[in-house]
């Protein structure tokens, strides 16, 4: 095919290619040279397809298609035409024009990683090539980095909904959230590329959400979907009528009773709860739970009375146990000043944990017993309190304002100074300190203690008391304890905690973070720290 357009009437990016071929400095000269003619053909049959069609004198998706139907229909064979897209892909890498169509159009990315990094979006990053070249970040891995930074270069903010539409999978997400962790550990990409990750993976799964009554026989299969799907009761409360359900099968069928709940089942379940080495508290809690079944599945009055009067009388009999968290606090024995210190030291050494994960883990739990040592709230209120609802931020500092979720008593005002560097710990994550209000906005109606990998939903209840147990042998409720039981004791107490969530001098001073890190988020918090170190002597001992 003969093209009326000469070389000299081609755009000037693709002359300069041309001469860059023939002077040898093209990346590709080596290959192309020899087929010089080839090269020039294709960039004419490109720009005067273009101007036939009234397009843009360049090479785009557009272009490069309008250009392959006019050959397909010219006769040329499928090999001829695996050529000029070739051709076409060589020019795109070399001088960037066209790029998306020739990474869209390939099988695979295959760009020599010179070329890959020439980009403007590479600049911040190019100085660490090399280093990441030497510690074994593969080539893959690189030029998926820059498909990815191109693909986020389409917007002035990275979104979850841009990161979705990213065209890779699972595994790439993942890929992408090690490498930038490595190369820009501030950034509040990685969160983002973590969420959508998480997002793919369950969309990959496709699993159903497991009910909370799980597998139960007939009719109490039935009668429990039914309560269930009234709305009116909550998850936990169903998942403990159907435990109550399950031993009073398992009585039941020790005994070679039918396995329905009458009034012999029913005595046999008590028996058996009575005989079981369980607190008295329990044996009411698990009578609460089937005589609420039995009421709202309409089994006769009798049965439900009989279990609410058992209930009732376990639970007066509980008054004078001692409960299982004073038990444990003789054996572990702890105050608030240490909880405070705990939470310190979890905060310093959460910026050299190496691992995303449990970096971020490390900010929230912190955050989490901070905010305890000085608001006395149930976990499940810590753990649902939303950001710009229950747990609002301004430029002074942190307010709570929250119904508990037990008594509806109201807890208002700002809180203390000394938590002001947790909570933004929570907020921030593994971000730099200057993304502070933009993930304020950003997060705004979801936890404040949330997991990024679930979409900020709220961690569980057992997220809470696994990870506090092992740092302090106990639960968050104990707090509660503490609270009520020593604060009264000690007038000085809610300074010395205060004193201890800001930490000493000692632990914040530039040696100690130049001898243990170089991460700049270290050094923003090293700052940070200072600032709340001038105001302790300042800060009050009510709470908030």
């Given at each position: 095919?003969?093209?009326?357009?000469?070389?000299?009437?081609?755009?000037?990016?693709m002359?300069?290619?041309?001469?860059?071929?023939?002077?040898?400095?093209?990346?590709?000269?080596?290959?192309?040279?020899?087929?010089?003619?080839?090269?020039?053909?294709?960039?004419?049959?490109?720009?005067?397809?273009?101007?036939?069609?009234?397009?843009?004198?360049?090479?785009?998706?557009?272009?490069?298609?309008?250009?392959?139907?006019?050959?397909?229909?010219?006769?040329?064979?499928?090999?001829?035409?695996?050529?000029?897209?070739?051709?076409?892909?060589?020019?795109?890498?070399?001088?960037?024009?066209?790029?998306?169509?020739?990474?869209?159009?390939?099988?695979?990315?295959?760009?020599?990683?010179?070329?890959?990094?020439?980009?403007?979006?590479?600049?911040?990053?190019?100085?660490?090539v090399?280093?990441?070249?030497?510690?074994?970040?593969?080539?893959?891995?690189?030029?998926?980095?820059?498909?990815?930074?191109?693909?986020?270069?389409?917007?002035?903010?990275?979104?979850?909904?841009?990161?979705?539409?990213?065209?890779?999978?699972?595994?790439?997400?993942?890929?992408l959230?090690?490498?930038?962790?490595a190369?820009?550990?501030?950034?509040?990409?990685?969160?983002?590329?973590?969420?959508?990750?998480?997002?793919?993976?369950?969309?990959a799964?496709?699993?159903?959400?497991?009910?909370?009554?799980?597998?139960?026989?007939?009719?109490?299969?039935?009668?429990?979907?039914?309560?269930?799907?009234?709305?009116?009761?909550?998850?936990?409360?169903?998942?403990?009528?159907a435990?109550?359900?399950?031993?009073?099968?398992t009585?039941?069928?020790?005994?070679?009773?039918?396995?329905?709940?009458?009034?012999?089942?029913?005595?046999?379940?008590?028996?058996?709860?009575?005989?079981?080495?369980?607190?008295?508290?329990?044996?009411?809690?698990?009578?609460?739970?089937?005589?609420?079944?039995?009421?709202?599945?309409?089994?006769?009055?009798?049965?439900?009375?009989?279990?609410?009067?058992?209930?009732?009388?376990r639970?007066?009999?509980?008054?004078?146990?001692?409960?299982?968290?004073?038990?444990?606090?003789?054996?572990?024995?702890?105050?608030?000043?240490?909880?405070?210190?705990?939470?310190?030291?979890?905060?310093?050494?959460?910026?050299?944990?190496?691992?995303?994960?449990?970096?971020?883990?490390?900010?929230?739990?912190a955050?989490?017993?901070?905010?305890?040592?000085?608001?006395?709230?149930?976990?499940?209120?810590?753990?649902?309190?939303?950001?710009?609802k229950?747990?609002?931020?301004?430029?002074?500092?942190?307010?709570?304002?929250?119904?508990?979720?037990?008594?509806?008593?109201?807890?208002?005002?700002?809180?203390?100074?000394?938590?002001?560097?947790?909570?933004?710990?929570?907020?921030?994550?593994?971000?730099?300190?200057?993304?502070?209000w933009?993930?304020?906005?950003?997060?705004?109606?979801?936890?404040l203690f949330?997991?990024?990998?679930?979409?900020?939903?709220?961690?569980?209840?057992?997220?809470?008391?696994?990870?506090?147990?092992?740092?302090?042998?106990?639960?968050?409720?104990?707090?509660?304890?503490?609270?009520?039981?020593?604060?009264?004791?000690?007038?000085?107490?809610?300074?010395?905690?205060?004193?201890?969530?800001?930490?000493?001098?000692?632990?914040?001073?530039?040696?100690?973070?130049?001898?243990?890190a170089?991460?700049?988020?270290?050094?923003?918090?090293?700052?940070?720290?200072r600032?709340?170190?001038?105001?302790?002597?300042?800060?009050?001992?009510?709470?908030?």
């Amino acid at each position: 095919m003969r093209f009326e357009l000469s070389e000299a009437e081609l755009p000037l990016s693709m002359r300069q290619f041309l001469r860059d071929i023939d002077n040898g400095q093209a990346y590709f000269s080596s290959a192309l040279q020899k087929n010089r003619f080839g090269i020039s053909s294709t960039l004419r049959c490109l720009v005067e397809t273009a101007t036939k069609t009234g397009l843009v004198a360049e090479l785009n998706s557009a272009t490069a298609s309008a250009m392959i139907n006019r050959l397909k229909k010219a006769g040329w064979s499928k090999d001829s035409l695996i050529v000029q897209k070739s051709l076409l892909r060589r020019y795109a890498y070399e001088t960037g024009e066209g790029i998306e169509w020739a990474l869209e159009s390939a099988t695979s990315d295959r760009r020599p990683i010179d070329l890959v990094t020439r980009g403007s979006h590479w600049t911040p990053y190019a100085v660490l090539v090399p280093d990441m070249i030497s510690v074994g970040v593969t080539d893959r891995v690189i030029r998926l980095l820059d498909r990815w930074l191109r693909h986020c270069a389409k917007v002035n903010q990275l979104t979850l909904d841009h990161a979705l539409q990213f065209p890779e999978g699972i595994s790439a997400f993942s890929d992408l959230a090690e490498v930038l962790t490595a190369i820009d550990p501030g950034s509040p990409d990685t969160e983002i590329i973590q969420q959508a990750r998480t997002i793919k993976r369950s969309k990959a799964k496709d699993l159903p959400k497991a009910p909370p009554y799980g597998d139960l026989p007939e009719p109490f299969l039935s009668e429990i979907k039914h309560i269930c799907s009234s709305g009116a009761q909550s998850d936990d409360r169903i998942t403990l009528m159907a435990t109550a359900i399950r031993r009073l099968l398992t009585s039941a069928k020790a005994r070679d009773l039918e396995p329905v709940l009458t009034m012999d089942t029913a005595k046999a379940f008590a028996r058996d709860l009575h005989s079981d080495p369980i607190a008295r508290i329990s044996e009411a809690t698990y009578c609460d739970s089937l005589g609420a079944f039995a009421k709202q599945a309409g089994y006769p009055d009798t049965i439900v009375d009989a279990l609410h009067k058992r209930r009732n009388a376990r639970k007066f009999a509980s008054r004078n146990d001692v409960r299982r968290k004073e038990i444990k606090l003789a054996k572990n024995p702890i105050d608030l000043v240490f909880l405070a210190k705990t939470a310190n030291e979890i905060l310093m050494k959460a910026p050299f944990e190496e691992n995303l994960r449990n970096r971020r883990r490390d900010f929230t739990l912190a955050g989490a017993i901070a905010l305890l040592c000085k608001l006395p709230i149930r976990a499940k209120d810590l753990r649902e309190g939303r950001i710009g609802k229950e747990f609002c931020r301004d430029s002074e500092g942190w307010l709570v304002d929250l119904a508990t979720s037990k008594t509806g008593t109201a807890i208002k005002g700002r809180l203390p100074d000394c938590l002001t560097p947790y909570l933004d710990a929570v907020l921030l994550m593994d971000c730099r300190p200057e993304f502070l209000w933009s993930k304020y906005d950003e997060r705004c109606n979801s936890p404040l203690f949330a997991n990024p990998a679930r979409r900020f939903r709220s961690y569980s209840a057992e997220w809470l008391r696994r990870n506090m147990t092992e740092h302090t042998c106990h639960s968050a409720h104990i707090v509660r304890t503490l609270i009520y039981d020593y604060c009264a004791m000690d007038n000085d107490l809610d300074r010395s905690v205060a004193r201890a969530l800001v930490g000493h001098a000692s632990a914040t001073s530039a040696e100690f973070y130049e001898v243990n890190a170089d991460r700049y988020r270290v050094e923003q918090a090293q700052g940070l720290l200072r600032a709340i170190e001038k105001t302790v002597g300042d800060q009050d001992a009510e709470y908030a």
